[in-house]
């Protein structure tokens, strides 16, 4: 059982020690930041309202015996306790005022408002925090299946290599900026091939290229993309999204790493080079996914042929788009029959391309 204390804390406190980061709230198990304005807005409101909000969770960091200060982390309030920070910084404003307006009195209350806060004696990086984190996360923006997916599949390598190609994990980060920020649970060989590998272009088809929006990725969409590729690529095409028998099976060594991550490199130059329009039909989620596996499917052959070609014929095909695929791209787009025909249309626009 895990021993905890209660208690009450002012606000100013609180974010006294984020600042100082004596509090983190982005260790390495923690979503991405998800609220929207309209949502940070309706919270800080219940702070200058004088009313209560749910308890902030919190486990015990590191303790430096030298310098006798001890490092915390937030289990539970990331979103609460960011909204503060940025209302504090006059990063949006509330009612039409924004914190730098408010009167001395108004400021006052403000700062000395009394959070509730659950402090944990377990350490950021114990096993069991991540179990605990995704059980607290049952509110409106409860985690999705993917970030639940993201969380209780951290170690695997099959998930460390999607990560990686979603830009979910920084093996460059500054420890300074955010010092629980990187998994104790990944393996120094994971980290060592992970910083051989240059994924300019795979990074920036997936995060840069109009396929996913801001709010998409703050939700772990990409994540997900990236997994059915990686699954689809290993065991072929399936229905909806990738089995957690295939996240288990390639938990301690994904052999073929190597290979799948050049080789989805060198596919997302390819398509890159192509300079699509901004909103380009290719752009569509469910058509990316195809483009990106049959792509690799004929990345040897498609090496050779000129970019300018492969952009005409996808332009030909957008503009009169054989009504199969059409539907396909439409409704039911992650079925494994509609990934099928969306493929089969794009292998023979492949064979065309590849028979001028």
Same mark, same amino acid.
């Given at each position: ?116 806060v659950i402090e944990l004696d377990i350490k ?32 695997? %390598? ?8 979603? *830009? /979910?994990?920084?093996? &460059?980060?500054?420890? +300074? ?78 052999p073929d790493k190597n290979e799948i991550v ?38 040897? %052959?498609?090496?050779e042929v000129k970019e300018s070609l492969i *952009? /005409?014929?996808?332009? &030909?095909?957008?503009? +009169? ?36």
């Amino acid at each position: 059982m895990i021993k905890y204390n209660i208690r009450s804390r002012q606000l100013l406190d609180v974010v006294n020690e984020m600042r100082i980061k004596k509090l983190i709230i982005s260790p390495y198990f923690q979503r991405n930041l998800v609220w929207r304005t309209i949502h940070k807005i309706d919270f800080i409101k219940t702070i200058l309202m004088g009313l209560p909000f749910p308890e902030i969770f919190i486990a015990k960091g590191d303790l430096d015996i030298e310098e006798m200060t001890a490092t915390s982390c937030v289990v539970d309030g990331q979103q609460r306790l960011n909204s503060i920070l940025e209302f504090i910084s006059n990063e949006f404003a509330v009612d039409g005022q924004f914190y730098s307006k408010l009167t001395a009195k108004e400021k006052e209350g403000f700062l000395k408002y009394e959070i509730a806060v659950i402090e944990l004696d377990i350490k950021h990086d114990d096993p069991l925090i991540q179990e605990m984190f995704k059980r607290l996360n049952r509110t409106y923006y409860s985690l999705s299946n993917i970030e639940r997916l993201s969380t209780e599949y951290a170690p695997s %390598e099959f998930m460390l290599v999607a990560k990686l190609i979603s *830009k /979910e994990i920084n093996f &460059e980060q500054d420890e +300074d900026e955010n010092p629980m920020g990187f998994d104790p649970n990944i393996t120094q060989d994971f980290i060592e091939w992970a910083k051989t590998k240059k994924l300019t272009n795979i990074n920036r088809l997936i995060l840069d290229s109009h396929v996913f929006s801001t709010y998409e990725i703050s939700r772990k969409i990409h994540l997900n993309f990236v997994l059915n590729i990686l699954g689809t690529i290993t065991v072929g095409f399936f229905n909806r999204n990738l089995r957690k028998e295939v996240l288990d099976q390639f938990a301690e060594n994904f052999p073929d790493k190597n290979e799948i991550v050049y080789n989805l490199e060198m596919v997302a130059s390819k398509i890159n080079k192509l300079k699509l329009k901004k909103d380009s039909y290719w752009y569509n989620k469910a058509n990316m996914f195809s483009l990106i596996i049959v792509f690799y499917n004929y990345l040897e %052959e498609l090496s050779e042929v000129k970019e300018s070609l492969i *952009k /005409e014929k996808l332009q &030909e095909f957008e503009d +009169d788009i054989p009504e199969a695929y059409q539907i396909a791209a439409k409704e039911g787009v992650n079925n494994k029959k509609e990934r099928l025909i969306r493929n089969e249309h794009l292998e023979e626009l492949i064979d065309e391309i590849l028979s001028e």
